[in-house]
């Protein structure tokens, strides 16, 4: 840790990859209430694209600069509001840890605490994503493939969010995991689902959050998808986009058996072989793992 | 140099501002020069952010690439370009930027929309940005009402709007979705796709009355609401729509901003106009308007 004290934790993720449900847990664990979670409560601060966040720390408009120069703003705005913050932040982020054109990192070692990093295996990754945008399994297999995947991107109107430059699944694995210049902690998704107390309790830990069990599994009742499903059902969750009805759609492991097509896995696996083989997503014979018993999940930290 | 009449203020420029319109004046209110700025900021700043810092009467401001500014005592800009900005990207600062923080220190309000003339007063559109503030002003300009400001809304103290400039500002999206032909329009900056829409008819150079704010909304539902803003109420608005209400502490000036909010609050109907945020169906947001401003008998 750095003497400036940073005070920002990333949360860090390709999107639909439990993010959320990772937010919701933090949220709960910090306003441990016995009244039942309202997701509409869910705050743990802007996600690190927020334009409104960056430009209120930057003090100026910013909606009149084309996205690269915004970009070479971004890291001062970071640096501003951790030098700001009264304590330490949880901010979600789907960019991948880049380096911008002046060599600067767009997410500054002065400003980050930590990155907290949560993987999915790619397969479901795909098939979540294609119901959250409304695109075609084909559509989003070719955006996790390709190292120019952006969102907000389109330079023909505003948005309230500036651009976020994802990469490829797998180089955004990779960006992450191997930030070497800033204390990082790995997560599987799936781990997260099989072994919940165990990894959310070393994400607490990571995240210097409280780490008494009781708390922890009083934090995780609050945040069964099944409740937030329920919740999702009487009224839109707010940052549900209009590309679908369902923010909290399944959640499952697993899901690409049902829906992906032979074609569709072996894109997916070609693509992503290297990350997927380190992180435990392929066998020993190259094939994806079908049955979900997290002892057979091997992880493979040498990226790490 | 030249003279330029913008915001009710005569303003004179060692830089050419060519959206603006010319206008002879013997004195000037504001003058905009060419000179150094401090690359590290002000003497005694009392707000700081990276590139932009408040001292009652002085806000500094750099924009890297573009400019470094200066703006002082409610009339004067000086601008350190940078040696290879071009003059677009400077320009659009000295209108935006500047000209916004000249109106805190004068004590105008500035309210973050647009003003349209309805009868013998004006309208303002606020909201937040994204919610089509310019692209309303621009189709309700398409239908013959005329324009007295957009983006930025410059209240007096008379509660007057005062005009600003012939000119509005549309991403593609918006100018596309209006039937404009973008091959016909200028970009504001090379290095985005924003175009400048010129009103050569039906920009109002009268001040006007301010009669009604509506703040603009949107949700995920198909229906268009109406909510009138009471009382107290008005306020919470007033203050978030106002263009860069973090300047006015570092200015000193949030107490005279109450009081001006406050009074325009006594004076004018407020209403929270909610559309769906999936379709941006402007020809029914209008209708809609324009049967609310009816029931409030201002005539179009």
Known sequence: MSKLNPKIYWLASYPRSGNTWVRAFIFNLLNNKQKDFDMDDLDTGPIASCRKWIEDA???????????????????????LSENMSQNGYHKVHDAYSTLSNNSHLFPVEATRGALYIIRNPLDVAVSLAYFTGDSIEKVIMDMGNTDTSACENPRKFHKQLRQSFSSWSQHVLSWVSASNISNLVVRYEDLKFRSVEKFSEIASFLQLPTDEVLIKNALAQCRIDKLQTQELSRPFKECPQSTTRFFRKGVIGDWLDVLNNKQVEAIVNDHRNVMEAFGYLDSAGKPYTTFDTQELKFDSAYC | MRHYKAFGLNIVSELELPSLILAPFKNADVWIKKGKVSKNGLIAPKRIRPF????????????????????????KVIVEPYEDADEQSVRLFILGSCMGAIMHQKNRLVIHGNAIRFGDGCVIFSGKSGTGKSTLAAALYQKGYEVLADDLAVIDEQLNVQPSYPQMKLWQDSAEKLGLDICQLNKIRLQIDKYAYPMDRGFCQKALPVKAIYVLNNHKNDQFLLQPIEGADKLPPLKNHTYRPGYLDGLGLKAQHFKLCSQLASRIQMTRITRPSHKFELDSLIENIEMDLHSKSFAA
Do not use: K
């Open chain 1, 58 to 80: 930057l003090g100026f408009d910013i909606s009149e600069l084309s996205h690269n120069e915004i970009d070479l703003l971004r890291p001062t705005a970071y640096r501003w």
């Open chain 2, 52 to 75: 932009c810092q408040q001292a009652p009467s002085e806000i500094w401001l750099h924009v890297p690439g573009i400019a470094r500014f200066y703006i002082s005592q409610g009339n």
